[in-house]
Structure formats: structure tokens, C-alpha cells
């Protein structure tokens, strides 16, 4: 056993026996596991035991601790009712999309029943319920700071192990080049590049949102430094997805509140793009290749890499049943990969529609979609608001909420040309963030229901201090 699997049982151990002491601290130090739990050397299973491995092992210390604890502490769920709806639904989709899988396998011949539990169930649920847990048990100033750094450090580390995979000379190269040094990211972040983009095109603006949290001079100029070392990590992928995702989130956070910003922001799009050839040239890969007539044409199959010969065969399909769709891993069972296969090679055969709306379409229908997309629709709007709302004197506030609304906008834009809508191991830390962003919702809600009883001379209940207060 390598030597780096000794030193991650010498810190999943002790933080499994911790969780019985203190549950929120080994939650903590499990969302921090994200980051390596795909890496080639994190053990997938114990005993050849599918689902028993170290990261499963203290989730259910950490889950079972919480659920003992809950009474003694006094927690009370609380989310609201528009939320937990959405939630249940969202669950809903998932829950009879894999149902109906399982009713109708074919083409899923050499996949067990046990092995379609494990990886299409449980492992699209168990990613959100870290979130969760963040949610119950974020009731002090403490604890979200906790919960905070917690999420930044997944990113961090996501962006140390893509620049120690990746040389410098990767800023210079494009198309194949590029393709070639970024195989490597997958060996050794253990994501795909594709995920990978996603995660830094919205930490780089992370880091830029949480600048009203942090008071000394020092601290902003770390994070002014982490989103420029973030975005020089994210030009060391080659992900065009996730740069056309950094574009737009910097976008639209200049319009929602950065607005003295727009005019600097094309500068500094062009000035990336002089420092980066290979980011410009990668970006642009597939546009304005000459013809057998000399003219400049767009090349549909290399500039959105065959999803343009891939996406049709899809939409057909989905047209057939737009309502309902027809269950999880349509693209198999259905029979579309098998054609792929046949008609345009095995390089195109793919079993996911690199689209993560025609992905939800094909699997669930327009019915499903609309409830996904109705979810992160409303997280977008409550995140926006606390990113604009500060008048308080509540940076926490502001911060929490420019993060969930810079990381959920660059999950909807990326799963235009990739990603998907079920939650899995890179979604993780967002699932938290949005999780942390309706704690301090309520508790903002909640301190200012309690300002006109204090105005009055009324004691306050006992209950523990209000997010929003940070001294």
C-alpha cells in the first residue's frame, strides 16, 4: 500500500471515532475528503466489499453521530416549505428515474442489479447529504466559518493538484497539444478535466465574492492572488466549457453588482487571451479553418468536439417521449449509444449527451427538467439576494450568497456542454455551499423578526446566536 493511503486511514480513523464527540468537526473533515476520493490511490473498496471504503465509512460515523445528537443539542429543522419541496421533488425525479431503469435494463446486460444500486442511487444521493448536514448543524458564527473554509480548502486543493499535473507549457499549446497534457489531470486530481473546469471557473470568482468577509488588508490580498493562481489553473485545462463558464459568471456578477467593473472586464478577456495563446487558440479550435475553396468555415464537429454529430441522434429520441422521457441511462437503454456505434464510430458512442438538459429531457422528460431546473432557479434568485443585501453590516451574509450564486451559475452554464444534473462527487461542495446559503437565510430572516421585540425591552429566546451576528 503506498504511503499516502497510510497517512489518509491515519486521518479518516480518528475523525471516525471523533464524530461520537463532536459529529460537526468529522463533517468538516469529511467534506475536505472530496477533493482525493476519486484519486487513483483512495481505496474504492475494503475486503472487495462494493460502497466499503474510507470516505463511506466516516459518512456513516458522521450521519449516525448527527442523528443521535439532534435532541440533545435542540435542533429543529427549519428550511422552508418552498425549499423543501423543491428538494423532495428534485429527490422525486431521481427516485423514479432510477426506478424505471430498473424495470427495463436493457443494454445494461453486463451491470448487476447490486452494482445499479450502488452507482445510480446511492451514489447520486449520498453527495447532497453532507450538505444537509451543514444545514442542521450551521448555527453559529463558529461553524459557518468552519463550514466556509471547509469548501474553499476542496477547491484549493483541486487547483494545487492541477497545477503540480499540469507544466507551465500548457499556457502556450492548443487543440491536440493541450488534449494530450490534460489526460494527466484525470490520473492525478482524480475528476475528469470537464469537472475539473467547472470547479475553478467558479472558486476563481469565489474568492473575489468573499472579499467584504475578510477585515485585514492581508487577507483580501490572498484572495485576490487565490482567483488569479484559480484562473491560471483553470487556463492549464483546456476546458473550453469552463472557460466560456468563467466568462459568464464574471459577467454577470459585474452587471449584478460589480457594475464599475464592465468596462475593465473586456480588457481583461483580452489580456488572457495575449498572455494565454493556447487558452485563445483551444477556445477557438474548429473556427476558421480554410476549405478545399480557401475559405474560412467553422468546423461544427471540432469546434464543439462531435457533440454536433452526437446531439441530433439525442433530440430524436427525446421528441419521441418529450413528456416523461424513458429512466435513468436513457442513452444506453435506449439504444442510442449502439447507434452512435454503428453509424459514427466508437470514438462517438457515447453514454451521456456531454448536455446535461438533453440529458434530463432523455432521461426524465420535460417534467423532470422543469423541476431540476425550477430548484437551482430558485437557489440562484435567494443566493443573488443575500449577495446584494449587506445594508446590515453582514458581510458573512453577502459572501455566503455570492458564493452559492457564483458556483450554481457555473453548474448551470457548464452543463450546457457537459456535466449533469444528478449530483455527484464535484458537486459535492456546491450541494454545501447551497446548503450553508439557506442556513444563513433563515437566520437572517429569523434576527430580523426578532429586532422590534428588542426594540421593545423583550427578552430574546434562548436559542443559539444568530449567523449574521460575527462578533
Not at 470547479?199 to 487565490?226: D, I, N, Q
Not at 438533453?358 to 431546473?373: K, P, R, W, Y
Request: hydrophobic fraction near 50%; aromatic fraction near 8%; glycine fraction near 8%.
Amino acid at each position: 500500500m503506498p504511503l499516502r493511503v497510510y497517512a489518509l486511514w491515519a486521518v479518516v480513523v480518528p475523525l471516525t471515532v471523533y464524530a461520537w464527540r463532536d459529529w460537526f468537526m468529522s463533517l468538516c473533515g469529511l467534506i475536505l475528503l472530496t477533493a482525493v476520493v476519486d484519486h487513483e490511490d483512495m481505496p474504492k473498496t475494503i475486503m472487495g466489499i462494493q460502497g466499503l471504503n474510507p470516505w463511506n465509512i466516516l459518512m456513516l460515523s458522521v450521519v449516525l453521530s448527527w442523528a443521535v445528537s439532534r435532541s440533545r443539542e435542540g435542533l429543529v429543522w427549519d428550511m422552508s416549505r418552498p425549499i423543501t419541496v423543491l428538494l423532495v421533488l428534485y429527490l422525486g425525479v431521481v427516485l423514479v428515474g432510477f426506478a424505471r431503469m430498473m424495470a427495463d435494463r436493457s443494454h445494461l446486460d453486463n451491470m448487476t442489479a447490486a452494482s445499479l444500486v450502488s452507482e445510480q442511487l446511492i451514489n447520486t444521493i449520498k453527495w447532497v447529504v453532507p450538505g444537509l448536514l451543514l444545514y442542521d448543524g450551521c448555527r453559529s458564527p463558529r461553524r459557518t466559518k468552519m463550514a466556509l473554509l471547509c469548501i474553499l480548502g476542496v477547491y484549493l486543493w483541486v487547483t494545487l493538484q492541477v497545477l503540480s499535473a499540469m507544466p507551465a507549457s500548457a499556457v502556450f499549446e492548443g487543440g491536440a497539444a493541450m488534449m494530450r497534457m490534460r489526460n494527466k489531470l484525470r490520473v492525478k486530481a482524480g475528476f475528469s478535466s470537464g469537472m475539473t473546469g467547472k470547479m475553478l471557473a467558479s472558486s476563481a470568482w469565489v474568492f473575489l465574492t468573499l472579499l467584504p468577509v475578510l477585515a485585514r488588508p492581508a487577507y483580501k490580498m490572498l484572495a485576490a492572488g487565490a482567483f488569479a493562481l484559480t484562473t491560471y489553473a483553470l487556463v492549464l485545462t483546456g476546458t473550453r466549457a469552463g472557460y466560456c463558464a468563467w466568462g459568464s459568471v464574471g459577467l454577470v456578477l459585474c452587471l449584478v453588482r460589480w457594475q464599475r467593473y464592465l468596462l475593465v472586464l473586456p480588457a481583461g478577456v483580452l489580456l488572457l487571451a495575449f498572455v494565454f495563446p493556447g487558452a485563445k487558440a483551444r477556445l477557438l479550435q474548429g473556427v476558421g479553418q480554410v476549405d478545399l475553396s480557401g475559405q474560412a468555415v467553422i468546423n461544427d464537429d471540432a469546434a464543439t468536439a462531435g457533440r454536433s454529430e452526437v446531439w441530433p441522434y439525442v433530440l430524436d429520441r427525446i421528441a419521441q417521449s418529450p413528456a416523461i422521457g424513458y429512466g435513468r441511462e436513457a442513452m444506453k437503454r435506449t439504444g442510442i449509444k449502439r447507434m452512435l456505434s454503428e453509424q459514427l464510430g466508437e470514438d462517438l458512442a457515447l453514454g451521456h449527451p456531454h448536455n446535461a438538459y438533453f440529458e434530463m429531457l432523455l432521461d426524465n422528460g420535460a417534467i423532470g427538467l422543469a423541476l431540476v431546473v425550477s430548484f437551482f432557479v430558485t437557489i440562484l434568485g435567494y443566493s443573488g439576494r443575500l449577495f446584494l443585501q449587506d445594508e446590515d453590516g453582514d458581510p458573512w451574509a453577502s459572501g455566503v450568497g455570492g458564493m452559492t450564486l457564483a458556483l450554481v451559475l457555473t453548474h448551470m452554464v457548464a452543463s450546457m456542454s457537459s456535466q449533469s444534473f444528478y449530483p455527484c462527487v464535484g458537486d459535492c461542495p456546491m450541494w454545501c455551499a447551497i446548503m450553508l446559503m439557506l442556513r444563513v437565510r433563515v437566520e437572517r430572516t429569523r434576527a430580523k423578526r426578532l429586532r422590534p421585540a428588542q426594540a421593545l425591552g423583550l427578552p430574546r429566546p434562548l436559542r443559539p446566536r444568530p449567523l449574521h451576528q460575527t462578533t
